[in-house]
């Protein structure tokens, strides 16, 4: 199985590449579109600044091909964020697979961004199979995708928000499955051999 790591201005490769490592995989980190389009699976993360990072994309006009991937493809952290439509973060238009806004958390009360360990519930996807409700993830983010229909899991910080969504062949994770130790590579796991 040929899976593709999508290869942009923003950080964190290397802990999923790694991540996929301990499952017995070699994933393909590319820029190439062709190669994106032949692969059976397709990981898009991100750490860092959604301008930036959208800026990045259209660059090497991956803006343009991510939304229209056929095959599943399943965005982490900043991943998640750039598939929806629109975010705070310096106000960025983004791919819009999902039809979501990204904000950010209030900081009157909070300590932001939320670094750390947070349950997950409501959990509903192949993605989530075999793991328990409440099961533990780590954030690290200042901004979250609003609750929908498309929300596969969520979490609370401060505010619900959508701590994974899915819609069609595109799944996406606002936490970092790659740094959420079992719980994490069973996701990645069920990611890999479950969502077609």
Known sequence: MKIALVKYNAGNIQSVIYALNRLGIDPILTDDHEVLQSADKVIFPGVGEANAAMRS???????????????????????????????????????????????????????????????????????????????????????????????????????????????DNFYAAQFHPEKSSTVGSKILQNFIEKCN
């Open 57 to 167: 994309l259209k660059v090497k006009k991956l803006d343009e091909v991510i939304p229209k991937l056929k095959q599943p493809v399943f965005g982490i952290c900043v991943g998640q964020q750039l598939l929806c439509k629109h975010s705070e973060e310096n106000n960025t238009d983004c791919l819009g697979v999902f039809d979501l806004d990204v904000k950010k958390f209030p900081t009157e009360n909070l300590k932001v961004p939320q670094i750390g360990w947070n349950n997950i519930h409501s959990v509903k996807s192949p993605l989530f199979e075999d793991l328990p409700e409440d099961s533990f993830v780590y954030f690290v983010h200042s901004y979250y995708t609003e609750l929908s229909q498309q929300t596969i899991a969520t979490a609370d910080y401060g505010v619900p928000f959508s701590a994974a969504l899915h819609k």
